[in-house]
Structure formats: structure tokens, C-alpha cells
């Protein structure tokens, strides 16, 4: 990539976007009030923005290595409480994505030095569900299946802080989980009864 042609490229889009609204920056500059975070992959195949076909000023974006919310990261954690409580956006989504480096790397037995500690969160996900993968043959399709649960369980640890708790108390903000399809385009709503999942143990993280 010759980075010379990223600025040739800013300069283009600025005049694309004046072209069709001559105040379009000075509106942009006025603030955001998105309706969405979308905490994602840090994969450089997966933009935000461009899968869901929205704009600046339109998704508040989090993103790390294979769409981790975990509870000691101070980034997702902030994100999350600046969105929540003070963006007052409506839905916050966990969006994974199959073919997920990080993933498959958790799943290695390589020492991945920094890594580790990472990705062993991803290890979790296998542990709390290794009956039902351990009976996928096809390993491509086992992980694609954890790619599926490490989403539904980043949505929990979600829904076990305080401002998700909250905000969907006091005015309904929802979560949802979501995976990519690096393969075909499509974004794939896993649609996750997460009363079914948590009701038996809720009051071991309920907030009031």
C-alpha cells in the first residue's frame, strides 16, 4: 500500500461528499447520536461501517481481536459506559465473524506470548461448551460453531454490567448477537434467547 495514495484518496471522498451536501462536514462536526454500538473483529476484512451499509455518525464502533467484552479491559468497558449512559444509544451488538484468526489462535497450542491472556478467554468458551463442539467432525464447521457461541457469550458478559443493566431497565435497550459471513456477505442475526439462557442464574449478577 502506498500511503501517499491514502490522502489522494481523503481528498477524493471529501469532494464526493460536498458534491452531494455542500454542509455535509460542518453538520458532521456538530456531534453524534447514534442509535448502535457494534463491538467487533479488529480483522481488516470486516469494516463496520461498509457490512451494515451506514455512515459516519451513524454506529458508535468498538474493536478488538475477535470481538472480546471482557470485564478488567478498561477500553471495551469505557466504550461501552460512554455509549450506554451517555450516548443513550438503543442496541448494542456483538458482531463475530467466521474464519476468525482469533479464534482458530486460541484454539493452538503455540505460546502467543501477549496473546495468551487474551485469548484464553476464547479457551473459556470452548471449556463452557465442549460437549456440543467436541460432537462437530468437521472442523471448519466446529469453528464457525465457536465463532457463534464466543459471540453469545460476549453478549452475556454484556448483560451482566451495570450500565446494560440499567439502560435496559430503564429504557429498554436490547442486545444482540451477530456473526459475518466472511464468505458470503451476509450478516446473520443469531437471535439468541438470552432469558432462556440466563434465567436460572440472573440473580447471581443481577445489579440494582
Known sequence: MDLK???????????????VDADYFEKLGKGQNP??????????????????????????VH???????????????????YAVDHLKVNHVVVCGHYACGGVKAAMQSADLGILNPWLRNIRDVYRLHKTELNAIENEEKKYDRLVELNVQ??????????????????????VHGWVFDIHTGKLIDLKIDFDAILHNIMEIYHLD
Open 63 to 81: 474493536r478488538n481481536i475477535a470481538n472480546m467484552v471482557i470485564s478488567i479491559d478498561l477500553n471495551v468497558m469505557s466504550v461501552v459506559n
Open 153 to 174: 457469550e460476549q453478549c452475556i458478559n454484556l448483560i451482566k454490567t451495570a450500565a446494560v443493566q440499567k439502560a435496559y431497565r430503564d429504557r429498554g435497550l436490547k
Open 5 to 19: 495514495n491514502v490522502f489522494k484518496n481523503n481528498e477524493q471522498w471529501i469532494k464526493n461528499k460536498l458534491a
Open 35 to 60: 442509535e448502535l454500538l457494534y463491538i467487533g473483529c479488529s480483522d481488516s476484512r470486516v469494516t463496520a461501517e461498509d457490512l451494515m451499509g451506514v455512515g459516519p455518525g451513524d454506529v458508535f
